[in-house]
């Protein structure tokens, strides 16, 4: 497993870099789910990032789930942003959302 800041990339954007999905993620949440603390593992791994590194935050862009990597997520973020599209179906996804990440403390 590669340490997090090797997978660092810079980007076109001044200031922004992004750690791209790639083959390795591919099977991520099985690899995670066979660990005690897949909780709290990616909440773990970013600690590991030295406090040198130029960065203020850091996105995770999960996919609408709760599944393992999201929860991971959710345990490793101080904020929380649900991006919905400005129709119907999207609002009421989106509200299930607030309402089922309310029982988790959100």
């Known amino acids: 497993m590669h340490a997090p800041e090797d997978k660092i990339k810079p980007t076109r954007i001044s200031g922004l870099s992004i750690i791209p999905g790639d083959l390795d993620l591919a099977g991520a949440e099985i690899e995670v789910a066979r660990f005690d603390d897949h909780l709290t593992r ?7 990032i030295p406090v040198s590194a130029p960065f203020d935050y850091a996105f995770f862009d999960c996919p609408p789930s709760l599944g393992i990597l999201m929860t991971s ?3 490793a973020a101080d904020e929380l942003i649900i991006r919905c599209s ?3 179906l999207h609002w ?13 403390g959100w």
């Open 42 to 48: 990616l909440r773990d791994v970013i600690k590991t």
């Open 73 to 75: 997520a959710l345990a």
């Open 86 to 88: 400005a129709n119907i």
């Open 92 to 104: 009421r996804g989106s509200q299930r959302s607030f309402s089922l990440l309310s029982k988790f």
